[in-house]
């Protein structure tokens, strides 16, 4: 061992280094490319319901109603209240059934607006019911 020259254990000492390097970084690649296998899916917001609070973060209510059902579609937003204004176009549609009294107060389309939807439309069913579309672009 004393017939080794200080160069060579450097040498051998460099090799030793790259090796572990080149390791550490195959094992770091792996684990990047298994990372979406291995962590556990992101719980996503309902596409359809018949709850009106879930309704109310999505359009503005200007009454209670009595029932609703819902619908999101293409491309709807992860969270409602941080949607960009340059996300992907989306739409809801929902109908919406009121009482009498209730009713009176959905004087047009206007009342459901919420950001970032801005147009659609509204069609009375009959004095109770309506059927509603909105569209953030």
């Known amino acids: 061992m004393q017939s080794q020259t200080r160069t060579d254990r450097f040498r051998q000492s460099q090799r030793r280094r790259g090796l572990v390097a080149g390791l550490l970084l195959m094992l770091a ?3 990047i490319l298994l990372w979406p296998r291995l962590s556990p899916p992101a719980p996503t917001l309902p596409r359809e ?15 209670i109603p009595l029932s609703v059902h819902w619908r999101l579609s293409a491309g709807a937003p992860a969270d409602p209240a941080a949607a960009p ?4 176009a989306w739409s809801i549609e929902a109908t919406l059934a009121f009482s009498a009294a209730n009713a009176q107060r959905v004087t047009g389309i206007v009342d459901f607006y919420k950001p970032p939807l801005t147009a659609g439309k509204l069609v009375r069913v009959d004095d109770t019911h309506f059927q509603l579309t909105l569209r953030s672009r």
């Open 29 to 31: 690649g792996v684990g």
């Open 49 to 63: 319901g018949s709850d009106e609070a879930t309704l109310a973060r999505y359009i503005a209510l200007p009454a």
């Open 85 to 88: 204004a340059d996300a992907t």
